[in-house]
């Protein structure tokens, strides 16, 4: 290839991003370097919420709306600061080097999480992250899905609206997508494979289905904001934690709400 097709690849590439605000790379990561990393978190959803230590990872389980006294991991935050392979990831030149030309300029990360969703789990509802007050601390944000294991129709792949981005923040903060906010709107379903990688703004509207598969499925979704912005990292997660603490730091007999995005519901 010449440095003329390459450039015109990175080109296009670059197009396709700002027309749609999401941007998918088959393959980016290989079997060999996503092993590591899909064993912790195998590892990760067998533990229960007191197996994790207190003021590190922040894990979040929700209840089996059939069964009351069974809480089910759904979620983990701040797991990078403790797992050389996931901070390996999260810095990795792959990523970087295609969120810099992205987003015009260096990039530091603001946000990691882990979704699980178990079968019979719920979907998200439609939703722009910015919705979760994320430019309380900076103007923009862009997340990388990568995917760690094989996101179908199934089992309730990632959806995205193409160019509904350029609207802006569209809904209300803390609230889905609703109504009037989704006129225009279609969503296209992304399914990917194993070390697939998809990068989208927080303006990029985005939901899922259920996972109507009998296996479970994870993603990973690393969140960065430009350099020049500054760091605001432990900022949002001690905002976060306060807010919202994980289970094993919550105070006995303290309910808390479910994000209104997130629909729980087990088979």
């Not at 978190?41 to 067998?46: A, G, Q, T």
């Not at 207190?54 to 809480?71: C, F, I, Q, S, V």
């Not at 697939?196 to 598969?213: A, G, R």
Request: proline share 5%; with cysteine.
């Amino acid at each position: 290839t010449s440095i003329w097709e390459f450039l015109y690849d990175i080109l296009n590439l670059l197009k396709k991003y700002q027309n749609n605000g999401f941007l998918l790379l088959k393959n980016l990561f290989n079997k060999e370097e996503m092993e590591p990393i899909n064993k912790s978190i195998e590892k990760f959803s067998r533990m229960k919420p007191n197996d994790w230590e207190l003021g590190k990872e922040m894990a979040y389980y929700e209840t089996d709306t059939k069964n009351e006294n069974e809480r089910i991991l759904c979620r983990i935050e701040k797991y990078v600061d403790y797992h050389p392979e996931f901070h390996k990831l999260a810095n990795s030149k792959k990523v970087l080097s295609v969120l810099e030309d992205l987003m015009g300029g260096p990039c530091i990360l603001f946000k990691d999480k882990i979704n699980f969703k178990r079968p019979g789990a719920g979907g998200f509802r439609p939703h722009q992250d910015v919705q979760a007050r994320w430019d309380d601390f900076v103007k923009y944000t862009m997340s990388i899905m990568i995917s760690t294991d094989r996101s179908t129709t199934e089992n309730g792949c990632l959806e995205v609206a193409p160019g509904q981005h350029k609207r802006g923040i569209i809904g209300k903060y803390d609230r889905p997508l609703e109504g009037d906010d989704l006129n225009g709107m279609k969503f296209e379903m992304v399914p990917t494979e194993i070390g697939d990688v998809l990068f989208f703004d927080h303006f990029t509207p985005h939901q899922s289905k259920p996972n109507n598969s009998d296996k479970p499925r994870s993603n990973i979704y690393l969140t960065y904001n430009l350099l020049s912005e500054g760091d605001h990292r432990n900022e949002y997660l001690n905002r976060k934690r306060r807010e919202l603490p994980p289970d094993n730091e919550r105070k006995e007999g303290t309910k808390f709400e479910n994000s209104a995005l997130h629909e729980a519901r087990y088979k």
